[in-house]
């Protein structure tokens, strides 16, 4: 079963306002989680690292007030789309490594965003 | 940037091996060779990762090279199933930093 959960799996909004997404690990804890976005036909593009209790790290050239991460606890990371436009449409995955397991990344199922 | 290079798309007839290659000429002693594949519109799913021996189980089977600058991902008996994007990804396992490169568009044809 999933390791790592998203919620929602799609969301629909309208331009200007602003949606959370949720990454869940479901049976272990996890002090780092990735948040990658996919738009159609293309690979997937790392944002940023979300670290449990401190500032999230982000990639070049992601804006960090658009894209806002919290990482409150070790089960559970948000990703905040700030003021959201059309061209933040996307599809929206996290993942988190689970202690034990050398390297591996699990991955939740994705959220797709949509914005009219 | 992504430190592997793979064909963009490839074709596999069903229940034939589906044999995907992967270059990754600037690997470092330290990174593994990680698989994952995407079917559309989920995330990806893990494989299979080796350092330098070749490597099975029960979906597939890794090919490196005495070299580590390329790796060959195997699918034994192709199923319909298996249609998706396979990803190679080269990393140093303490840091679970994926950079996802292009991938392979594999299609398995009936």
């Known amino acids: 079963g999933a390791v790592v959960s998203q919620h929602p799996s799609w969301v629909i909004c309208k331009s200007g306002t602003s949606v959370k997404i949720e990454c869940r690990s479901l049976?272990?804890?996890?002090?780092?989680m990735f948040w990658y976005r996919q738009f159609p036909k293309q690979s997937l593009m790392l944002m940023a690292t979300s670290n449990e209790g401190s500032k999230a790290t982000y990639e070049q050239g992601v804006e960090k007030d658009k894209f806002l991460i919290n990482h409150a606890s070790l089960t559970l990371s948000t990703l905040t789309v700030t003021s959201a436009h059309p061209e933040d449409s996307s599809f929206y995955i996290c993942?988190?490594?689970?202690?034990?397991?050398?390297?591996?990344?699990?991955f939740g199922e994705g959220s797709r965003l949509t914005v009219l | 940037d992504a430190k592997t290079t793979q064909p963009p798309s490839m074709d596999c007839a069903e229940g034939r091996a589906a044999n995907l290659p992967c270059n990754h000429s600037t690997i470092s002693g330290n990174e593994y060779v990680y698989w994952y594949r995407q079917i559309h519109s989920q995330g990806p799913q893990y494989i299979i990762h080796g350092l330098k021996n070749n490597e099975t189980n029960e979906m597939a089977s890794l090919i490196i090279t005495e070299d580590r600058k390329s790796s060959t991902l195997i699918l034994p008996h192709a199923t319909l199933r298996d249609t998706a994007v396979y990803y190679c990804?080269?990393?140093?396992?303490?840091?679970?930093?994926?950079?996802f490169g292009t991938g392979t568009r594999l299609k398995v044809l009936a």
């Open positions: 993942s988190a490594p689970r202690q034990g397991v050398t390297g591996e990344l699990f």
């Open positions: 049976d272990f804890q996890a002090t780092t």
């Open positions: 990804i080269v990393t140093n396992s303490g840091t679970y930093k994926y950079i």
